[in-house]
């Protein structure tokens, strides 16, 4: 019986050490290549990333506009007929206004009035921004209110207190222009179709009109920021890195389109002044970084990416349509306390106004003091008129006291 010969060993082609070699090159090769191509690659030019984002905000206010059409249905619009109380006799007003009747009765036509340039309302605007800006050179009330916002309830554990370092509001102002009217229903889409208005549209319960206008700003509005990420594994605060940035609006453009929500008596809901940006809107950053504290990484591309990103989907999710801000009016009817007059204010030998409630102080200290003066004179006179009876009645004279001295 033969021995059964023993199979050959295989070899290992590679040793451990060269194993070891080989797997910390490709990690090393794994990590220069996320800080090339990651980190620091170029990023997309500004138009190309311009165009991208009008193309996703365009199909998804398409997509938008197709959800509401096929939800139109003349049963649902059958249903959304409310009851309507019965109304007073005393005061005699028009019937409901349709749009089609607004605008004839103002002389507007939505398909041959030439769009407004709005210069008016520009120098307007532009008093109120430099006031605001004046005020906020003196007054620290807007920068305490960012630096609380920004160090809010929610900011996570591995972010360090923010701190503001710099703001600038800018010293440029928006420019308005093109302003045209044109009739919406209750969903914010055009009622006019072709070069005429449609009647039945136009008298359909809950339409509207809305102004549209462009809107032009060419600034350097900056905020700059400082503070520290946190490596809270596997200890607290095993490592530190210091980030500094700087983001700043360079340029905005794009349509606003403002409009009514008439009131509801029955829901006691006010009047609400509607507005949103259209979805063909262009916003322009200038983002700066600098990374670490002594080995400094600055201007990182990528995490200028991530910042911009953010700050547009922060914009369309609040004012970008089919999303809308809505602010409620107050009552445009006449009041005493809103009343201002030069009766309210002007003090003699001042030179100057000054406010109702200060006017107001200043005419009860006036009168305090005149009924001060007029009660010390009454008694002045009361006791002067009684030395006079007593002097007069015996001319009564102190024991021991020289003659000429009367009591």
């Not at 997309?44 to 206010?61: D, F, I, Y």
């Not at 309210?344 to 009860?364: F, N, P, T, Y």
Request: aromatic share 6%; charged share 25%; net charge neutral.
């Amino acid at each position: 019986m033969t021995g059964e010969a023993c199979p050959a060993r295989v070899e290992p082609t590679l040793s451990f050490t060269q194993g070891l070699i080989l797997g910390q090159l490709s990690v090393v090769l794994v990590l220069a290549g996320f800080i090339k191509f990651f980190i620091f690659g170029d990023p997309p030019s500004p138009e190309v990333t311009a165009s991208l984002r009008a193309t996703e905000r365009r199909s998804r206010t398409l997509v938008h506009k197709k959800s509401l059409l096929t939800l139109r249905t003349p049963s649902s619009r059958q249903g959304q007929r409310t009851l309507n109380k019965k109304k007073s006799t005393i005061l005699r007003g028009q019937h409901n206004l349709t749009i089609g009747s607004i605008l004839s009765k103002t002389y507007y036509n939505v398909d041959s009035h030439q769009p407004e340039s709005l210069d008016w309302f520009n120098v307007l605007v532009a008093q109120t921004i430099a006031q605001f800006r004046s005020d906020a050179e003196h007054d620290d009330a807007i920068l305490s209110s960012l630096t609380k916002a920004l160090n809010g309830t929610s900011r996570p554990d591995f972010l360090d207190e923010i701190r503001v370092t710099e703001l600038s509001l800018g010293e440029d102002f928006p420019i308005f222009s093109n302003c045209r009217i044109i009739p919406v229903d209750e969903d914010g889409l055009g009622l006019s179709s072709g070069k005429a208005l449609d009647a039945s549209a136009a008298t359909r319960e809950g339409a509207k009109l809305q102004a549209r206008m462009d809107v032009d700003l060419s600034d350097m509005l900056t905020l700059a920021l400082e503070t520290k990420l946190l490596l809270n594994y596997p200890r607290k605060l095993s490592a530190v890195l210091p980030v500094a940035l700087a983001v700043s609006v360079v340029r905005f453009s794009g349509t606003l389109s403002v409009s009514f929500i008439p009131s509801n008596p029955s829901q006691s809901t006010p009047t609400m002044m509607t507005f949103n940006f259209l979805d063909d809107y262009r916003l322009d950053f200038s983002i700066r970084s600098l990374l670490g504290s002594r080995s400094r990484l600055q201007d990182v591309p990528k995490i200028a990416q991530l910042i911009e990103a953010r700050l547009h989907r922060w914009f369309d999710e609040r004012c970008v349509e089919p999303r809308f801000q809505e602010i409620a009016l107050p009552s445009l009817w006449p009041r005493k306390k809103n009343t201002r007059g030069p009766e309210d204010g002007l003090a003699e030998g001042s030179g100057g106004s000054v406010g109702r409630a200060k006017g107001r102080d200043m005419a009860q200290d006036i009168q305090a003091d005149a009924q001060t003066d007029a009660g010390s004179r009454a008694d002045w006179s009361h006791g002067s008129l009684r030395r006079r009876r007593m002097a007069n009645e015996d001319d009564l004279v102190m024991p021991g006291s020289l003659p000429e001295f009367g009591l």
